[in-house]
DNA sequence: CGTTCGTCGA
């Protein structure tokens, strides 16, 4: 055999001490084999050159080896140079080596480079076609990875569980996942865990959670991802107490939980102002206190549980924040009153923090709205695309068209959205409502809810609305007509609800429902303060003209208004020196509001509620929304 | 050689 010049190693690799200087084709092999398992790419490549001119050829596995030396150092150049020497050798036809390839172009993100690599393949196996459907999903590019699926069903090939889990992914936006489903099932793929919780995990995207359900429940060996799938479908969709349970029964069938386990548990005790709850979750959370996903969910159940002070305790102290933990505090100080506060974070998100996104600007508008300040606001909605990049949308001109309206420039309000470049939807008018309702202009309030009701026909609180404005007018024809249209389309209005949570129990007070246990002793207390009250300056509001009240609860039931009951209840049972917080489903009225600010200077009493929209911290006879909201 | 689950909004 005839020696070659050593033309690689200045250093010999350590294996090769022993042996002579000089080269022969198997110790050019060797070394090569050797730079590669080492992952000392430069050497390898030069190695692989060598090796090239005196026309020797490596084996596959030694090539696959030097696949992964490239992916590990992103050493693209390289890699598409490994390909082509691949390809000279004619190593084409081996399936194994060519779908390495095809996974170093995806890690790289090469998509085309993996597409063409993938027409050219000879021999194209299951592993070859899940790579493509794979990378087209988490592209999302989800008619590409469908449409490679059928393709592959037509030549013959068997897809496996790594394909259907990764075409799974792909399917949101599908209107129906029968056929895909059934197919799952002929080929007896449904008991993989991976199959399992990627198909919950759709259904629950496509909004069909009795479909994941049903999926869960057929489980037969678990796997904690399959949980975390049932239970992050239940929170995402704000069904916190069916999350809560899940999670319960996890625990209880001993399955490990993890970063992903407790994100989305926080998102339902979130979801159920449950501050309790959060707070022993906390503890499991520090186990994983690196954690920006969970400790952004934190972040967000202490703002959303209207306690700051642990929300600003917990952002200060994350070592990493990124755009969310920011857009979290910023809406969150904002929500609870603090709208100063939130603009001041947002200036020092400009020098020390990440690029404010679309949804950090909706923080700092709502900000604006909240606090009236009306300049500041602007300037920002005008300049944002100057200034940030970002194309102002919808929800954009709804918090503009709420700043404007509650600063009373109404006429500005409804010029902004006939100038919209997008389509004012119902919270667009919605917006404008609500300032026709703080300013008691009743035209325009009659004009944007029929503006609502057109894009939203299911909405029951403006057709009350409507109908208390036409009977405050006497316009008793149209009182009928809207009463008629609301029944014919069987519309009937949420009733209003507030929630308290005392000694780990959820006590719900519903309007007009006595079932509540202790229902006649919080009566009598309530009876009891509103004299009081009344003593001390307490006019109870009725005008309901621009209240989305029905005409029916009007007369006597002021108070038994759900949030006084629940009020009344905190006051019973929480102890003095605790917050009494409440969370209900309808914006707080004006009687209850005035209510809420008396008896917190009279009872000495820290109250938070916290509506739909925002929180309402009461306290020494005072509202953190300045009596603005 | 290829796979599943978690965070911010009017």
Redesign the pocket.
């Known amino acids: 055999m005839k020696a070659i010049t050593r033309l690689i190693c200045t250093a010999p690799p350590s294996c090769l001490l022993t042996r002579s200087y000089s080269l022969t084709p198997s110790s050019l092999i060797h070394d090569f084999t050797n730079f590669c398992f080492q992952r000392d790419l430069s050497k390898s490549m030069q190695a692989m050159d060598a090796m090239q001119r005196h026309g020797i050829r490596a084996d596959s596995i030694t090539y ?1 080896e030097l696949i992964k030396c490239c992916l590990a150092r992103g050493a693209v150049r390289e890699g598409k140079l490994v390909h082509k020497h691949i390809f000279s050798n004619r190593y084409n036809s081996e ?2 080596l060519t ?2 390839l095809l ?1 170093m172009y995806v890690k790289f993100n090469l998509l085309k480079e993996a597409q063409k690599l993938f027409d050219e393949m000879p021999e194209r ?4 076609w ?2 493509m459907i ?1 990378a087209y ?2 592209a999302k590019l989800n008619d590409r990875a469908l449409k490679l699926l059928i393709l592959m069903l037509r030549e013959g090939v068997k897809p ?4 259907y ?2 075409v799974l ?1 792909a399917c949101d936006g599908l209107s129906n996942l029968r056929q895909l489903h059934s197919s799952i099932m002929k080929y007896g793929l449904e008991s ?4 399992r ?2 198909l919950i ?1 759709i259904y629950s995207k496509l909004g069909e959670l009795q479909n994941a359900l049903h999926v869960f429940h057929e489980m037969v060996t678990g ?4 949980w ?2 049932i239970i ?1 479908a239940f ?2 969709h704000s069904d916190g107490d069916e999350a809560l349970n899940i999670y319960k029964s996890m625990k209880r069938e001993g399955f490990p939980t ?3 386990t ?3 548990v926080l ?1 339902a005790c ?1 979801s159920l102002s449950l501050l309790e709850l959060g707070l022993q979750i906390h503890v499991h959370v520090l186990k ?1 206190n690196q ?4 400790n ?2 934190l972040l ?1 159940m202490y703002c959303k549980c209207g306690s700051l002070e642990d929300a600003n305790f917990i952002f200060s102290r994350m070592v990493e924040k ?4 920011w ?2 505090m910023i ?1 969150g100080l904002a ?1 609870n009153g603090f709208s100063l506060e939130a603009l001041n974070l947002f200036k020092s998100m400009k020098v020390f923090g990440p690029k404010p ?4 600007i ?2 700092v508008l ?1 900000a604006c709205s909240h606090a009236g300040l009306v300049n500041e606001g602007w300037y920002y909605f005008q300049s944002m695309k100057k200034l940030f990049g970002i194309d102002p ?3 954009h001109y ?2 503009i068209i ?1 700043l404007l309206g509650r600063a009373g420039k109404l006429d500005d309000a409804v010029k902004l959205i006939h100038e919209m470049k997008c389509e004012p ?1 119902a ?1 667009t008018w919605r ?1 404008l409502l609500g300032a026709c309702r703080v300013h008691r202009n009743l035209d325009l309030a009659i004009y944007s809810a029929k503006q609502i009701l057109k894009l939203d026909p299911e909405d029951a609180g403006t057709y009350v609305l409507l109908s208390n404005i036409y009977a405050n007018s006497q316009r008793w024809e149209d009182v009928a007509e809207v009463r008629k249209t609301m029944r014919g389309r069987g519309v009937r209005k949420e009733p209003g609800c507030s929630w308290i949570e005392v000694n780990k129990q959820i006590h719900a007070f519903i309007l007009r429902d006595n079932s509540h246990p202790q229902i006649h002793e919080i009566n009598r207390k309530l009876s009891q303060f509103i004299h009081t009250l009344i003593g001390v300056g307490y006019v109870p509001d009725t005008n309901f003209v621009l209240q989305d009240l029905e005409g029916e609860q009007r007369a006597d039931s002021l108070q038994y208004h759900s949030e006084k009951l629940a009020i009344v209840f905190g006051i019973m049972s929480i102890s003095r020196e605790k917050t009494i917080r409440i969370w209900k489903n309808l914006r707080i009225c004006g009687d209850c509001h005035a209510f809420a600010k008396l008896i917190t200077k009279i009872e000495n009493r820290h109250i938070v509620i916290r509506d739909p ?1 925002r929180y309402h911290h009461f306290k020494d006879g005072v509202c953190s929304c300045g009596d603005y909201w």
Do not use: H, K, P, W
């Open positions: 696959s399936t194994f779908n390495s996974g196996n299951v592993v070859s899940t790579t794979s999903s988490n496996n569980m790594f394909t889990s990764s992914r993989d865990t991976f199959v919780s990627a995990d796997d904690s991802v399959v975390n799938s992050g929170a995402q993890d970063q992903s407790l994100t989305s998102r979130t994983f954690d920006l996903i969970l952004n969910a967000d990124d755009v969310i933990s857009s979290i809406a929500q996104n679309y949804i950090t909706l923080g709502f949308g919808r929800e709804g918090c709420d939807d919270v917006a929209v």
